[in-house]
């Protein structure tokens, strides 16, 4: 009798195991592909946050009187890894000149902009809630932060007064722990 129940409960966590396994959030990671990519954001990739500034986070906030008071350039980071790594971004945004034209943002200076640029009370508004969750779960953590193995993607705003001044040098390197490296250069005209 108790080898019976010992079988019964052994498939019971063998098949909860298995279910749960299968129920991985991130697609794995797959050979065929880049390790990292760098490029710039598409209205497809910001859209699924919502269609307007108050939503979504990747949209310029505008005033009624004074419209967009800034403009952002949105960088998508691409991550196909085989295994945990250490993730370094460095980000520059200059004219021709040399003078800075926008500054890339991580989580926590995103989050700090929007609380700065919304007449919302942020702990408080079910709106500056979503957009802060939002950020969360699609800025880059860090210009330094670990990414899970897995193919995965994250944004980097960088943000400059509307417009940006042009012709602008727009310059990312993403480095990998494991190795890898990529460059994306952009001359916004």
């Known amino acids: 009798m108790k080898s019976k129940h010992f079988i019964i409960g052994f498939a019971a966590v063998a098949m909860i195991a298995a279910l749960f396994s299968g129920c991985a959030s991130a697609p794995h990671y797959n050979p065929a592909l880049p390790v990292l990519a760098v490029s710039q954001a598409q209205y497809a990739d910001i859209r699924p946050y919502g269609p307007s500034y108050e939503s979504n986070p990747y949209m310029e906030p505008r005033t009624l009187i004074r419209g967009k008071l800034n403009e952002f350039f949105v960088v998508k980071l691409d991550f196909n890894l085989a295994v945990d790594a250490k993730i370094t971004v460095i980000a520059d945004a200059t ?25 919302y009370e942020p702990d408080n508004d079910a709106k500056a809630q979503m957009r ?25 705003p960088m943000i400059g007064k509307n417009p940006i001044p042009r012709p602008a040098k ?13 460059v994306f250069n952009f001359l916004l005209e």
Do not use: H
């Open 95 to 119: 004219t021709l000149d040399g003078k800075e034209a926008a500054k890339a943002y991580d989580q926590y200076a995103f989050v700090s902009y929007w609380d700065a640029n919304t007449s």
């Open 132 to 156: 802060n969750t939002i950020i969360s779960r699609s800025c880059i953590p860090s210009m330094s932060f670990t990414q899970r193995a897995g193919k995965s993607t994250l944004l980097m």
């Open 170 to 182: 727009l310059y990312v390197q993403v480095a990998a722990s494991t190795g890898e490296s990529v």
